[in-house]
């Protein structure tokens, strides 16, 4: 859940969700619907359809965690940084869990561009300098930890760090420049949405979009070809999902029927999953009932 979230996001969902599975038994014996709507408002809903995926694996060995880089790494949705971080904090493993922190605390000892460093080398090379007692998995977690209060973004601890004195950053009368962040591309779409009488919207999983893909949406389509004149324009907005930003333009149409593939859902449905992105249209087209 705390990937790409910050705590205070995850804190209720983290809360109810271990009500609801105590244990990686109960968790493995779930569907993904139920699931989905724990976890609905959360975003990035694939991390929830892998844990689903990965515990039910986990349920054919005795829930027994692999304790290999290669066999925790070929689990669903588990990367390089996850791999090392269950390595580090479980097996106590001799790996580090590369973050942004940890990226910037190397960076600054180092007094280079975290795009001139090789982190998987720079961790290889350095090995007996790193992992110098047996207790990693309490190094991983204040490394994380040192880079998010001492070495911070913004203004460093740097007179009271305990490692200035190897730090080339604060030893550097030319410090090191931060890589400038990749601004978002706006991407255009136009949203089409089918409503009826009845107060409910056409949605379909079939959109060919690569972000929800397999969860309802109204029509998405790139805003590159005209539309036939009985879409009408509700309005305009930006919207950001996962790393993308979105200029919507959200159209609706009054109609009886709805294209194949397409179900009817009730605006006010609180039983159904329905992804946060899909909720916002919601909200937007109930105005044309009031
Ligand atoms: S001296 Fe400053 S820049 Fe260097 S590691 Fe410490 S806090 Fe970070």
Redesign the pocket.
């Known amino acids: 859940m705390l990937q790409q979230t910050q705590v205070k996001t995850v804190l209720p969902y983290f809360n109810r969700f271990l009500q609801k599975f105590p244990n990686l038994k109960s968790l493995s014996k779930t569907d993904e619907k139920t699931i989905l709507k724990l976890w609905e408002g959360l975003g990035y809903y694939r991390r929830a359809k892998n844990l689903l995926s990965t515990v039910k694996i986990l349920a054919n060995n005795n829930f027994k965690l692999p304790d290999t880089f290669k066999e925790i790494k070929s689990l669903p949705g588990v990367g390089d940084y996850t791999a090392n971080a269950l390595l580090a904090f479980i097996y106590n493993k001799e790996t580090i869990a590369v973050d942004g922190n940890v990226k910037r ?1 190397f960076s ?2 180092l007094n280079k561009k975290d795009t001139e460093i090789n982190f998987e080398n720079f961790v290889k090379n350095n090995k007996n300098n790193l992992f110098f007692n047996n207790r990693n998995s309490d190094f991983v977690e204040a490394l994380m930890e040192f880079g998010s209060i ?2 911070k973004p913004q203004q ?3 007179y009271s ?1 305990v ?2 004195k190897k ?1 080339k ?2 030893q550097s009368k030319k410090k090191r420049k931060k890589t400038k962040s990749q601004t978002k591309k706006l991407r255009k779409i136009n949203i089409l949405c089918y409503l009826n009488k009845k107060k409910q919207i056409g949605l379909t999983k079939k959109n060919k979009v690569g972000f929800l893909e397999t969860f309802v949406l109204p029509k998405i389509k790139k805003r590159d070809k005209k539309l036939d004149k009985n879409w009408n324009l509700l309005l305009n907005y930006n919207q950001s999902i996962s790393n993308k930003t979105f200029n919507i333009n959200l159209y609706y149409k009054f109609s009886k029927k709805i294209p194949k593939n397409f179900e009817w859902y009730k605006l006010n449905d609180k039983k159904e999953f329905i992804p946060s992105f899909t909720k916002k249209i919601l909200s937007k087209v109930k105005v044309l009932y009031q």
């Open positions: 605390v600054r000892i001492v070495c460093p601890l740097c760090c490692i200035n730090c950053y604060f």
